[in-house]
């Protein structure tokens, strides 16, 4: 049975650009003024032009604007079943959270329709629904009898709520209060708890910590079990692939890709990196690119510790990139920066070839080999990022060179097991060197 169903639609929101000539003293606006009250008074039964007919001045030709369209949605359509986990990805901007808040009833679409069976719980930003001036206590009480449920039922699960919340303590202080973190532990407690048929999740779980996500996640996979169906919308895509059975990809406001999670994520991940056409592991620079530079990366290879050229590893592999240059270096002080970002945009680690030795060149086509390892990672997707140093002064800089995805990660579940590592955190051996 579909709980969901949505059809042709679409969101437009009007922009509009102000039209900033110069800047206008004080000084100039009274004396136009002045001017004017003058001839006026010189001339009283002359015809003097109006304010609308003389020549617009500065002032005045700020205050002018024009306008934009633009479509946050465009002929979107889905439809969900009850009791689906579905998870709704694409980059900032794409529509994601528009049609969440849309589906939450806090947004009107401009065309098209959106049917929903069932209560709706929506945890989309931070504080969302929470009044500010009222206690924790009073807001669960309060998001309860909004989403239809009597007193009776939310005093029920009260306990359970703020258990899973962690603010015991801080039960009856006004919410404006609340870190970041605990308005978000409790409004997620809150809509996961309080029964909604329907739960949607907007990238909020990031402000937790981690303990908090993985409590969340469970809570999720646990709420769907139930039979409740869940939209999540996530940039985590480890965590998309363990919790969501199909996924629906959104660029520019429309759907281009639904279907299995993971192969939904795979069309994402080889998107984001540009590596459309190409082989995983072996990633050429565009010339477009390039041809603005002397010396510059030219083409990157991935290979595994049994020299398999490959993007798939494991927890504790070693990976080894292969990387071409091309061109006349600027200077003999020459050395290579790495840094691996995660799903998130977050730096997790990174290296330099000054820190161990410099490399000389004498000609124009070299290879550096960078050697990363063991890859105490989690599970999920990564992408490397390349740049030239000469000495102090920074040459080509290649974003998003390549990418590679942690398929198998060890559970942190022992203290001996990794006693000096945090999760999401790696150790680097590099070793770097030039091929004659």
């Not at 992408?383 to 998003?400: C, P, Q």
Request: aromatic letters at 10%; glycine letters at 8%; proline letters at 3%.
């Amino acid at each position: 049975m579909n709980v969901i169903k949505v059809e042709n639609l679409s969101k437009k929101y009007t922009i509009r650009h102000q039209q900033r000539e110069s800047y206008a003293a004080l000084r100039d606006v009274m004396a136009h003024g002045a001017k004017r009250l003058g001839a006026k008074l010189l001339s009283p039964f002359t015809s003097h032009p109006s304010s609308s007919e003389l020549p617009a001045t500065s002032l005045e030709l700020s205050a002018s604007s024009s306008k934009e369209d633009f479509w946050a949605l465009k002929d979107v359509s889905f439809e969900v079943k009850q009791g689906e986990v579905i998870g709704i990805i694409g980059r900032n901007g794409a529509g994601k959270s528009t049609l969440l808040k849309i589906l939450s009833r806090i947004t009107e679409p401009t065309t098209g329709s959106v049917k929903i069976k069932g209560r709706v719980a929506s945890l989309l930003e931070v504080g969302t629904g929470f009044h500010p001036e009222l206690t924790g206590r009073e807001n669960i009480y309060l998001n309860g009898a909004i989403l239809g449920m009597t007193k009776a039922e939310i005093k029920k699960k009260f306990d359970e709520i703020v258990a899973f919340a962690e603010i015991e303590k801080f039960l009856d202080t006004p919410v404006k209060r609340y870190s970041s973190g605990m308005y978000v532990r409790l409004a997620f407690a809150v809509a996961a708890h309080l029964e909604p048929e329907i739960l949607l999740v907007d990238e909020v779980l990031a402000v937790g910590d981690i303990d908090f996500q993985k409590k969340c996640l469970g809570k999720m996979e646990s709420v769907a079990k139930e039979g409740r169906t869940v939209l999540f919308v996530s940039h985590a895509m480890h965590s998309i692939r363990d919790l969501c059975e199909t996924a629906i990809l959104f660029d520019y406001g429309r759907i281009i890709k639904s279907g299995e999670s993971n192969e939904v994520v795979n069309v994402y991940e080889n998107h984001t990196i540009n590596m459309a056409n190409q082989s995983p592991s072996i990633i050429k620079r565009s010339s477009d690119q390039t041809q603005s530079l002397d010396f510059y990366f030219s083409s990157i290879l991935i290979q595994n510790e049994n020299g398999e050229y490959t993007t798939d590893f494991k927890y504790n592999d070693t990976l080894t990139m292969f990387v071409e240059l091309e061109g006349v270096p600027i200077g003999n002080n020459f050395s290579v920066e790495f840094y691996i970002y995660n799903e998130l945009g977050h730096l997790v680690c990174g290296g330099s070839s000054g820190a161990y030795h410099e490399i000389y060149f004498n000609k124009t086509v070299r290879m550096v080999n960078i050697k990363i390892g063991p890859l105490f990672l989690t599970s999920g997707r990564y992408l490397v990022k390349l740049s030239m140093m000469f000495g102090a002064v920074r040459g080509d800089t290649w974003e998003y060179a390549a990418g590679f995805t942690i398929r198998e990660c060890k559970p942190f579940k022992t203290s001996w097991e990794i006693p000096t590592f945090r999760e999401g955190t790696c150790i680097l051996q590099q070793s770097f060197s030039e091929e004659n």
